[in-house]
């Protein structure tokens, strides 16, 4: 009895080698199976062999492969686990025997259609759990025994074990494939996203990107339409392999058409053949494009527009595809907008800096500084000032803050600076003229509402006239440096009222005296007092005449890294007037009032009499008014104006950098004769760079 059992042994044995080959390991699933079924029906010396597979559902089994009976799997057979034969053997998980078919509950047709007789199946088992199920057939009646029924349980368990290998085979395959696929999309979204882009004008950046987005999806032409103003047309904005797109501005409805579609639907579109589809733009038709695939470009669910690729063969764009065209347009939008904040902002800040002073006027005998910072969150602010002359030797100076942001208040402060300038220049009080601005702005409406603080400073008088509309007050250090803000009548902001009635202070500014305006940025921080800020500003500006350094100090000190708000600091000093003193001033008629006050007050310091002082200026403002007349011709010109004092001698020297005609008329050319007779040494030297006229007189005073 030994020796059956032994070569039962050995033959199960062999039976396992061949299941269990190792080669069998390198086999796909679909491979692996059919290589078992064939080593499976060699085994049992079986006409037919089949394994069904249970579906991810667990309820349903699957035929995967079969030797003798491929209907099976052609057509796709399906067996309920619990009903017939397949069903049985895996609800079961044991091994079921059908002698005869014909008696038997066998669910599956095609086991009689072949005209099998005996039938022997297992379940495939793993850990316990059932993958599916294994069968034999013959196709004569046969006694499977419990030898037979043994084995092809043994060879099942090592196909099971095979199966679930080559499954994790399979899947740690896929995993690799797709973290290689994912590694591919990364780096081409970082191309996309590529920080150098980020330096090009928008119609660069729009043709970089296309060029890479053709090379990362492999496509013949891409474009690139955005969306207009009007929110309702797509424009073809760059665009490659289809230029014409972008040459002819292709302009296509939102909802109409392909591009129209994916704008209107807010997601990617698929047309597989263009000649038979809704496709508007007869360019795409023109040249050729058989497929398109297109997107929408979105940023925080706000369309901008539609990015699309085509090709010129027929090909059906996948579901990685369109995910990575979609994240290459997210990508795309979001660098579209970044590049349109910052042109936006460099425009914004252009023209902040057009409607501020370039830079401030020189104006002898005063020394003035500025510093403007825009809030961090960018564009257009309305924080501003200006210093302009009035004639008669004084200045005016305004700082201002229009309520808002952005292009309406931008064209507001443009508008608030002109009116200023054209009302002040009229030569009306400094209240007229911020009454008549109030009243157009209240014409412009409640957008216009802005603070203001007014001031006409008169050096050679020592007095500054203020008249302040809701605006933050002026800051004024004395001669010894103590600081203390200016004392005001409580006034509205313009534009609030078109019947507010504006009133003037008058302070005094003696010589050696600075005042610093600023808008309320400078001063107000979230959850501190605005006192605690105007304490600050106070005691930092105090002691301080220098103006550069103290505008300087008062934005490292006051300001926060990222402002939330514009600030605008202006500070105006009157010097004591040195004994040298070189001014330079326009060639012009209307500058000799102000070169004249400007000597009287120099001279006042001087010890000169009224009638010195009288007559230094005539012959001053001869030798000013004959380089005026004689040594230029129309357009703008300047001439120097050198003031010296010293032992008791003043010298005045006059520059200009023309030729000097000869007098017309009969009664012209006698202003050097009266300089002569004014002062005590005149000298006129005639050069290719220009004339120069020497004035000299000594004051009897200190004589």
Same mark, same amino acid.
């Given at each position: ?42 085994? /049992?010396?079986?006409? @037919? ?7 991810? +559902?667990? #309820?349903? !089994? *699957?035929?995967? $492969? &079969? ?66 199920? /294994?069968?034999?057939? @013959? ?7 419990? +030898?037979? #029924?043994? !084995? *092809?349980?043994? $060879? &099942? ?35 996309v996203t590529d920080a150098s882009l980020a330096y090009l004008s928008e119609e660069d950046l729009l043709q970089e990107l296309l060029v890479r987005i053709t090379e ?211 030569g009306s009080p400094p209240a007229e003229v911020v009454q008549a601005v109030n009243r157009l702005m209240w014409q412009l409406g409640p957008t216009a509402m802005t ?253």
């Open positions: 009895m030994s020796a059956p059992r032994l070569d039962i042994d050995h033959r199960a044995l062999q039976s396992l080698q061949l299941v269990t080959d190792a080669a069998l390991a390198y086999l796909s699933e679909d491979d692996l199976l059919d290589e078992l079924l064939k080593r499976m029906t060699q085994i /049992l010396q079986a006409d @037919t062999a089949a394994i069904l597979l249970l579906e991810p +559902d667990g #309820r349903t !089994l *699957l035929a995967r $492969a &079969a030797r003798g009976i491929e209907e099976e799997v052609e057509q796709g057979v399906r067996i309920p686990v619990g009903r017939g034969f397949a069903g049985r053997v895996a609800a079961e998980r044991r091994a079921v025997f059908i002698p005869d078919i014909d008696h038997a509950d066998v669910l599956n047709p095609i086991l009689r259609e072949k005209g099998i007789r005996s039938l022997l199946g297992v379940p495939l088992l793993i850990e316990g759990r059932v993958l599916g199920v /294994l069968h034999v057939g @013959t196709l004569t009646p046969r006694q499977f025994t419990t +030898d037979d #029924r043994d !084995l *092809l349980q043994l $060879a &099942a368990d090592r196909a099971a074990l095979a199966i679930e290998h080559a499954r994790l085979y399979e899947e740690e395959r896929r995993a690799r494939e797709n973290a290689e696929q994912a590694s591919k999309r990364l780096e081409a979204l970082q191309r990362i999806l492999a496509t013949d032409t891409a474009a690139i339409l955005l969306l207009e103003s009007d929110g309702e047309t797509l424009r073809a904005r760059a665009a490659r392999g289809v230029e014409e797109e972008d040459d002819q501005g292709v302009r296509i409805p939102v909802g109409r058409g392909f591009a129209g579609r994916v704008a209107a639907e807010r997601r990617a579109v698929f047309i597989a053949d263009v000649d038979h589809a809704d496709v508007l733009n007869p360019i795409l038709r023109e040249k050729g494009i058989k497929s398109l695939l297109g997107v929408p470009l979105l940023i925080e669910g706000r369309v901008l527009g539609v990015l699309h690729v085509g090709t010129l063969t027929p090909r059906a764009f996948n579901a990685h595809d369109r995910d990575l065209l979609q994240l290459a347009a997210d990508r795309a939008a979001l660098a579209i907008e970044h590049a349109n904040v910052y042109e936006q902002r460099r425009l914004a800040e252009a023209l902040q800096r057009r409607l501020l002073p370039e830079r401030l006027p020189q104006i002898p005998g005063l020394e003035i500084a500025s510093r403007y910072l825009p809030a961090a969150a960018g564009g257009l602010g309305g924080d501003w000032y200006d210093v302009f002359g009035l004639g008669r030797g004084r200045i005016a100076i305004a700082v201002g803050d229009v309520v808002g942001h952005g292009v309406a208040a931008a064209a507001v402060m443009a508008q608030l600076r002109t009116a200023l300038r054209a009302y002040a220049v009229q603070t203001l603080a007014y001031l006409v400073l008169d050096p050679a008088e020592e007095q500054l006239e203020i008249v302040n509309a809701g605006h933050p007050p002026p800051l004024l250090l004395g001669p010894d440096g103590e600081a203390d803000f200016v004392p005001l009548q409580g006034t509205m902001a313009l534009g609030v009222s078109g019947t507010a009635v504006y009133h003037s202070d008058t302070v005094a500014m003696p010589t050696g005296s600075t005042a610093v305006l600023y808008t309320d940025g400078l001063v107000e921080k979230r959850g501190v007092s605005i006192d605690e800020g105007l304490e600050r500003l106070c005691a930092l500006a105090a002691g301080r005449h220098e103006v550069e350094a103290l505008c300087t100090l008062l934005i490292e000190e006051l300001v926060p890294d990222a402002p939330p708000d514009d600030i605008a600091v202006l500070a105006a000093h009157v010097p004591e007037l040195p004994d040298r003193l070189t001014t330079r001033w326009p060639a012009e008629a209307d500058a000799l009032a102000d070169v004249r006050r400007l000597l009287r007050r120099w001279l006042s310091t001087r010890a000169a009499t009224a009638d010195e002082a009288y007559d230094i200026t005539v012959a001053c403002q001869e030798a000013c008014a004959n380089a005026i007349e004689h040594a230029y011709g129309p357009g703008r010109a300047e001439l120097d104006v050198e003031l010296s004092y010293d032992a008791g001698r003043v010298r005045v020297t006059v520059r200009d950098k023309g030729r000097w005609r000869p007098p017309r008329g009969q009664n012209r050319g006698r202003g050097l004769p009266l300089m002569h007779s004014l002062m005590h040494t005149v000298d006129v030297t005639h050069g290719e760079r220009g004339t120069v006229v020497v004035l000299e007189r000594r004051l009897e005073g200190d004589a």
